[in-house]
């Protein structure tokens, strides 16, 4: 008799599935990146390629990983008995889900102790709001010259009392001559328009806004490192900051989805109330039409731009989250007949509007503080941690009960980034437990408990005064072309090497199948997939994520942080990231390869195929036990006669 083991768990209904799916593709990107980059790509024009690239690699990608999780209920390791050769997607997927978790939780962290501090500050004002403060420098400037309202002779005298070195200025009298074709001996002789041409932009006085020099001289104390050679020591009110993210992660995943599922009512439905709240608050200002303006100008000539194309498509891969194995873990504890296609179409959706709307709420208050400060919106506008925690929150800082909005945006960070933690900590949890279901699964919470502690201490190098520059080189190269690769290399096992193995050597007695995988998407959903899903499958998906790699390549630069760039040896450790997954899926298909020879390596274990009893239907009711779960009698629980199938022993205790 088999041992008995514990179920995976389930969701406690399809709603609690279709919003954890809402939550970890709606993460921090929609808000930090999306909206920088529409307006850096063409304004509206951007979602021409945009949407495109959603059609072609990011929805086929969503379904083909909700699909794969679903049909076998397996984890992001062990669902691939469909060809053992390459298991090494699992870990792949495991290993960037746990590095990428390692960092995405630091960020988690800062959002947590913004909204400390904005609490705090509920009786008065944002600390990060004026520049009266010990921590800040002689650099730090509120509100920029109204150059624009000024007639010649006092933006001359502010431009020179505050804004240009006249020194600097001087040296370059003889390149304003030779452009001008007038002969200038002193900065005295030119006009405004002359000292503001890109020419004179290396003699800017630099300043810094209060928000920037909170964000770097109390929240990270960076002026106190030299760089990832001198990290400094542990910030403390950070630490503790990070414990607690880590505190929270593991109270949501302590019963897996039970609880997860739970949680994602309110951390998944939230952001969009404060969307709507910034939103609005931020249409009532003056000003907004110029953000609004600046984000939306659609550029119709930029479509001729590869760069557009690519950034466009690299972000909408990156937004679904594909690669990580989020998505298959998520859809592990769906129900058999789950329509796993309707909820693909219906989250992209959510995601891609989501990510469209988030630019709106971010650009009318970027407009109204370039308006309240005298600037450009081009000179304000930011992506990632530097929107999120220095132009937003000095945005912010100009509004009447700032710490309140403070404290409503940073909240909604929290909830953003929840979302998609817990699908990426609960990748690892479920793709090792997978592999030992007997001890970890009945040690679930124990085993969660330590899975977050060893989180938070890898984590501890990245709250140090330093710290900032270790998490740029992580989310640098951490989810970077390893995820698409690792892609591709579902679709080719799918679409390819399962196809060829059934069409050769039929699975359980079966008929050889052109692509076996759509007969076991119809046991689910009750319809083969469409012509569309086939042929992005087959053709237009392995091209596009092969067209985001070469451009990627091609647009390739070595991580900074702001002007700080990373030694030769920094770089080398941010591509062993980049390889080590990567090197994962070789490794352990030439490792089968050797272990069981070519032909069983590549074809699918006997216990491939549905987990529950009651759904092995058709080629696959001759099943015995799968996963060791005892569903039926233990008399079923011997392994199965080979009927022309492949006895592939890749995890001999699970057949």
């Given at each position: ?71 076998a209920s397996e984890g992001p390791i062990t669902v691939w008995k469909v060809s053992p050769a390459f298991h090494g997607i699992g870990f792949a997927m495991v290993t960037i889900s ?167 009512y309110f951390t998944a439905t939230f952001p969009y109330i404060i969307l709507v709240v910034l939103l609005i608050r931020g249409l009532t200002l003056e000003g907004y039409e110029e ?115 403070a404290f409503l945006f940073f909240f909604m960070l929290l909830t953003l980034g929840l979302d998609s933690q817990f699908a990426m900590v609960e990748t690892l949890i479920s793709g ?224």
């Amino acid at each position: 008799m088999a041992e008995e083991v514990e179920e995976r768990g389930s969701w406690g209904g399809r709603f609690e599935f279709l919003l954890s799916c809402v939550g970890y593709a709606v993460g921090l990107g929609n808000v930090w990146r999306f909206p920088y980059l529409c307006y850096k790509n063409g304004g509206a024009t951007f979602l021409i390629p945009y949407a495109i690239m959603l059609v072609i690699a990011g929805l086929p990608l969503f379904f083909l990983e909700l699909a794969v999780g679903q049909f076998a209920s397996e984890g992001p390791i062990t669902v691939w008995k469909v060809s053992p050769a390459f298991h090494g997607i699992g870990f792949a997927m495991v290993t960037i889900s746990a590095m990428v978790s390692i960092y995405y939780n630091v960020i988690i962290m800062y959002a947590i102790y913004y909204m400390f501090v904005s609490f705090v500050s509920l009786d008065t004002t944002v600390p990060w709001a004026t520049c009266d403060h010990e921590w800040t420098t002689n650099s730090c400037m509120t509100t920029y010259p109204p150059l624009k309202s000024m007639n010649e002779t006092t933006r001359m005298d502010n431009l020179y009392d505050r804004l240009y070195n006249t020194s600097c200025i001087d040296t370059l009298v003889g390149n304003f001559s030779e452009k001008y074709n007038t002969t200038f001996t002193n900065h005295t002789e030119l006009n405004s328009t002359m000292v503001m041409d890109k020419l004179a932009d290396d003699c800017k006085i630099r300043f810094y806004s209060p928000s920037a020099e909170y964000w770097e001289r109390v929240v990270l104390r960076l002026h106190e490192s030299e760089g990832l050679g001198d990290l400094g020591g542990i910030s403390l009110k950070n630490a503790v900051c990070l414990f607690l993210a880590w505190v929270l992660i593991f109270a949501c995943l302590m019963k897996g989805v039970k609880s997860s599922g739970k949680v994602v009512y309110f951390t998944a439905t939230f952001p969009y109330i404060i969307l709507v709240v910034l939103l609005i608050r931020g249409l009532t200002l003056e000003g907004y039409e110029e953000g609004i303006y600046f984000y939306m100008t659609p550029q119709l000539h930029r479509l001729t731009e590869a760069k557009v194309w690519g950034d466009a498509a690299t972000q909408i891969f990156y937004s679904l989250g594909a690669g990580f194995g989020g998505l298959l873990t998520m859809s592990s504890f769906n129900k058999f007949k789950n329509n796993c296609e309707l909820d693909a179409l219906v989250v992209a959706t959510i995601n891609c509007c989501t990510s469209v709307f988030a630019g709106f709420a971010i650009f009318s208050l970027l407009g109204h503080m370039a308006y309240t400060t005298n600037r450009d919106v081009e000179s304000v506008v930011d992506q990632g941690p530097g929107l999120a925690f220095i132009a937003y929150p000095e945005g912010i800082a100009k509004l009447p009960l700032s710490p309140l909005w403070a404290f409503l945006f940073f909240f909604m960070l929290l909830t953003l980034g929840l979302d998609s933690q817990f699908a990426m900590v609960e990748t690892l949890i479920s793709g090792i437990s997978d592999i030992f279901p007997r001890f970890l699964r009945k040690n679930k919470i124990t085993f969660t408990a330590i899975c977050c502690l060893i989180g938070f201490l890898l984590g501890l190098p990245q709250v140090t005064k330093g710290g900032i520059y270790m998490l740029t080189l992580m989310d640098w190269y951490c989810g970077s072309y390893n995820l698409m690769l690792v892609a591709l290399a579902e679709i080719i096992c799918l679409m390819y090497v399962y196809a060829c193995v059934s069409w050769f050597w039929p699975q359980h007695g079966a008929k050889p199948s052109f692509i076996p995988f759509l007969e076991d998407i119809e046991m689910m959903i009750g319809h083969k997939p469409n012509p569309y899903w086939v042929i992005n499958w087959v053709f237009l998906t392995p091209v596009a994520i092969l067209f985001i790699v070469i451009v990627s390549a091609t647009q390739y630069s070595p991580a900074k942080y702001g002007n700080y760039t990373f030694p030769p040896w920094a770089e080398g450790i941010g591509w062993c990231m980049v390889v080590a997954p990567l090197a994962m899926i070789l490794i352990v298909m030439l490792v089968q390869i050797i272990r069981l020879g070519p032909r069983r390596a590549f074809s699918p274990t006997r216990s491939w195929g549905p987990a529950n009893p009651e759904d092995r239907t058709g080629k696959y009711a001759s099943l015995g036990h799968v996963n060791g779960v005892t569903k039926v009698p233990p008399t079923v629980h011997k392994v199965p006669p080979d009927l022309n199938g492949i006895d592939n022993k890749s995890f001999d205790y699970r057949l």
